[in-house]
C-alpha cells in the first residue's frame, strides 16, 4: 500500500512510499482508511521541529475515520464494515494506576499514532478494537476525522476547566483547536468568547465570528491586553485558551487572565518562556494543561457531532489525494488552509 513515510529524524525526511499493509492480531481490526486529517505537528515532525524523537522509520497521521476491512478472533461488538473513528493511543499497558484510572493517556507505555506507531497517512490501519468507536448515523466520513481535535478542545474546557455560564474567554490562536474551542465555550455557555489572532489571521478571525466568537482581535492592529481589560469588570478574561503554545502566548494568557481565574494552555512550545512566571503567583491563577484525551471523551463528542452541536466540516477547507501530502503540509505552514484532509491513493 503507499503511505507518507517519516524516515529519519532530519528536515524533509519524509516520502511516499509503498509498504507492507498491516498484519493485525486477535484483538485488532484493520481499517480501511477514508479520510486522515493533517494536524499542525505533522508538518513540524516533517521539519523535524518538536521537542519529541519520532520513531523512525515511521507512517504519519494520527485523525482518521475508516470502514472496518478485517476483525481479530477475540474482537466483539465490531464487524466487517463499521463506520469507525479511532483514538490516538495505539498501545498503552492497561495495567499501571493511570489505565486503571482512565488516565491512560498518559501512560509511561503508551505509544501514539503517527509518533510511536504507524499511521493512518496510508490504505490501511491497524487498530486495537479497545480504542475503536463506531460513528453514529448522522456524523460523515469525512468530519469524523476531525473526532480527534475536538476531543483535544473538550478535554481543555469540559474535564479540565470551570468553566461557568457567563464567563468571559479568551481564545489565544485562531487554528483548527482554537475554533473548536470557540464552539465548545459557546455550548457551555460563556457569554464572551474573544478570539485573538495575529497578521494574516483575517479570514480565520471572520470563521471565529461564524463559530460564536462574540469578538475578534488581530493583535497586529490592536493591544489585545487592553481591549480585554477595558470589557466588564476591568479585571481581565476568567478562562484564557492558548491553543498557540509560543512563549509570547503564554505572557498574553498571564497579562489578560483575571485573578483567581485560569490559564488552560494547550498549544506546545519548544523554547523556554524567557520571562519569570511569578505573575501568576501573585494573581493566584490556575493554569491547566491539556494533552490528548480517553474513551469517554471521544464518545461525548461524537454525541455532540450526531446531535450537529458543532460544525467540523466547515474547518476543511482543503481535501486532497495523499501524494498530494506535501501540499497540504504546505497548506497548513502557510495558513492559506485551516483543515486538509487527505484520501488514500492505491
Not at 83 to 89: D, N, Q
Not at 164 to 169: C, E, N
Not at 222 to 239: L, S
Request: aromatic share 6%; glycine share 10%.
Amino acid at each position: 500500500m503507499k503511505a507518507v513515510v517519516k524516515y529519519d529524524n532530519v528536515d524533509g525526511a519524509t516520502e511516499l512510499r509503498d509498504v507492507a499493509v498491516p498484519e493485525i492480531g486477535p484483538d485488532d481490526v484493520l481499517v480501511k482508511v477514508a479520510y486522515t486529517g493533517i494536524c499542525g505537528s505533522d508538518p513540524h515532525m516533517h521539519h523535524n521541529k518538536v521537542t519529541y524523537k519520532v520513531n523512525v522509520p515511521l507512517i504519519l497521521g494520527h485523525e482518521f475515520s475508516g470502514i472496518i476491512e478485517s476483525v481479530g478472533d477475540n474482537v466483539k461488538g465490531f464487524k466487517v464494515g463499521d463506520r469507525v473513528t479511532a483514538e490516538t493511543h495505539a498501545d498503552y499497558c492497561g495495567r499501571c494506576i493511570l489505565c486503571r484510572t482512565n488516565n491512560y493517556h498518559v501512560c509511561r507505555e503508551r505509544k501514539g499514532y503517527g509518533f510511536n506507531v504507524d499511521g493512518a497517512f496510508a490504505q490501511y490501519v491497524r487498530v486495537p478494537s479497545r480504542i475503536l468507536h463506531k460513528l453514529p448515523p448522522n456524523v460523515s466520513m469525512k468530519e469524523a476525522a476531525l473526532t480527534e481535535p475536538l476531543c483535544v478542545a473538550y478535554s481543555s474546557l469540559v474535564k479540565h476547566s470551570n468553566l461557568k455560564p457567563g464567563d468571559l474567554v479568551a481564545v489565544i490562536g485562531p487554528g483548527p483547536i482554537g475554533l473548536l474551542c470557540v464552539q465548545i465555550a459557546k455550548i457551555i455557555g460563556a457569554s464572551d468568547i474573544v478570539v485573538i489572532g495575529t497578521e494574516g489571521d483575517d479570514a480565520r478571525l471572520e470563521l471565529a465570528k461564524e463559530f460564536g466568537a462574540t469578538m475578534v482581535i488581530n493583535s497586529s492592529e490592536k493591544d489585545p491586553v487592553q481591549e480585554i481589560m477595558g470589557m466588564r469588570d476591568g479585571y481581565g478574561a476568567d478562562i484564557v485558551v492558548d491553543t498557540a503554545g509560543v512563549s509570547a502566548a503564554l505572557k498574553l494568557s498571564m497579562d489578560m487572565v483575571r485573578p483567581c481565574g485560569q490559564i488552560n494552555k494547550i498549544g506546545w512550545g519548544p523554547k523556554p518562556v524567557g520571562f519569570s512566571l511569578d505573575p501568576l503567583i501573585s494573581k493566584a491563577v490556575t493554569m491547566n494543561f491539556t494533552f490528548s484525551h480517553n474513551w469517554d471523551v471521544w464518545e461525548a463528542c461524537l454525541t455532540l457531532m450526531d446531535k450537529k452541536a458543532v460544525n467540523l466540516e466547515k474547518l476543511i477547507t482543503h481535501e486532497l489525494p495523499l501524494d498530494k501530502w506535501h501540499e497540504g503540509f504546505e497548506l497548513i505552514e502557510s495558513r492559506q488552509g485551516m483543515k486538509v484532509v487527505l484520501t488514500p491513493i492505491g
